[in-house]
């Protein structure tokens, strides 16, 4: 049987084109594409290692994982085509996986497909915590802002029994050691699944090419921008709870999946798996904005909105006012605009080479 | 860029799973299924001939092409699968592409593949009138119950100053001579870039496997069990016109892209493409159902209108009450239930296999 991560659960953003969707809210993921656009056209140059002339049928295959629904994802493949097609000089066929979970909107992403594009684009749903190929396989396997997801809340967050419950928090930034502990626990565990899978699904030669949203390692999690913000919407949760709208113990139930690594926590992982090669690490920081604080906290909002609007929704039901919600997070943000502006964000890019097999 | 048969209209069954879902009105395409699985048993053990030690990555591929919501899609692709296994008694790989048009209800069909199959599922958006693959890349290519779909309504059946027009109906059932040959040629016509785009993604050596709801070719048009239930949805259509409540003009504008082919048609276009072996062709007829009438004519009219529904919608406009329709039709099927029980079917069942190259 296929392993397909059915253990791996899924909060899809939210599909469609409406004003809360992903598709409208991805600029800042635009951004990063954008940023690593030039880093990933020389690690395909310099770096990709495969013997071309024997492609079976002359076909170049790529996935993106964690593709949501697009545009950002179809940028990111066009960049990479871009690249391999400068390098070799030469006519591929392309054959391009989109994947994210089986939740996934596919349908808004497959009608998006920019119509011009030189490949056969398939869906593959699934979770990249588990195997999605066969056996070497793929040449290049791309992520961008999906590998932040983890595959579960760690147990002992939702245990009332343990040191690391996580009572009237949503997420790890102010939360107990031992609540963190458990957090960096899930995300080396997520990461050896994904790399395990990986190391089988991309021959020898061949890239990976992962971008995450995450920190400098000496940054402290307590002023990763992103956290910042998941502490204010907890605190608009539980002030819900104290006015009798929502349970206190719901909002106890309720954590967020998401992580924010340093590039040496990824590193560490990659040495453990030992298939890879680390060809470039590279920590991009967050431009600051520089629009008005009205703006900058609206657009915190539906950003947030956009990623967490499935996760809310499936854990305090469809009634759960929403709108009301995100009014009182609103509100948060503009009182709290300058401990938010000290925040820090950076994307941790790196760039893996799978090791010819036996070395 | 990659042909991807852009030209094709789509016109998707209804996704999803409510009462007139295709997913709840597909048993009689799995009656087919299970006739045919012997059949193609047969066939993968004798006929199918490829080198299974130069298989890249042990990884064996294969298409559903037209494969709707499922579950009948499931059903046929692990039958391949069972006899592939029963015939190399070995390990593979597969890697299962299943295909429809961009606007099939993908999100419905991933959300239903079976959790235990062993594997790799991949969604591909596209028309099979088109290219779908990279040169030489699938071993084993089926389609079942979706070739009778044109790629358009032939353009002189829309022409008010072509002999061919077909004003007040809505097939080519009991339409003239030249009408009747408009559809022929576009059948031909779409089977030459189906077989032409087949022909360049199947391996020497690997099968197509194809079935058609169709006819035997001494069996008249007009007595296909079908085209008689469309011509009575046309006269539904026709008295809703003579009401007022739609205008004469739509319907004579309206026109269903389906057609029901003969075993020698098919075979036509086969030699005509050159690229394939006949292996073997079987007309199936359709069982009668031993049902009550009142049971029958309620099967016809939803399994109907799962077909046809986005098709009416989008060219009667959203507020068409197709409630309606289909009462009026139900009814004309209770009233010609004796003419329908004359009407016959086949399903024209075809194995081809790709010649190598070069000969
Ligand atoms: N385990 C998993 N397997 C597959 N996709 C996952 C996943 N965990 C999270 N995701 C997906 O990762 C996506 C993150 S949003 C990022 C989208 C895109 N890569 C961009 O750069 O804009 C979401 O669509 C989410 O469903
Ligand atoms: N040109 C085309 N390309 C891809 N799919 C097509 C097509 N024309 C029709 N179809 C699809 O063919 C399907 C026919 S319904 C048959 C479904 C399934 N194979 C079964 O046996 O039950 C529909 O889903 C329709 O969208």
Redesign the interface.
Known sequence: ??ENG?FSKAYPMKGGDGFHSYSNNSSYQREVIDAVKELINEAIVEKLDINIHSL????FKITDMGCSVGPNTFIAIQNIIEAVEKKYQTQF?Y?V?FNDH??N???TL??S?P????????????SFHG???????LHIMNSSYALQWLSQVPKEVLDKSSPAWNKGKICYTSAGDETLKAYTEQFGKDMDCFLDSRAKEVVPGGLLLLSFPGRLSETPHSQVYSNIAYDLLGSSLMEMAHKGIISEEKVDDFNIPVYFTSPQEVEEAVKRNGCFNIERVVCIPLKKSQSSNSTKAKAVSSHIRAGMESLLKEHFGDEFNLDQLFENFLQKLHENILPLQHGEASTVFLILKRKEVGR
Chains 1, 2 share one sequence.
């Open positions: 049987m296929v059915n079976p049928n002359k076909t066929e054959q996986f089986v939740s909107d596919f349908n497959f009608s497909i119509p011009n594009n030189n490949y056969y684009p398939m869906g593959l749903p699934g195997r999605l190929f066969p056996n070497a396989s």
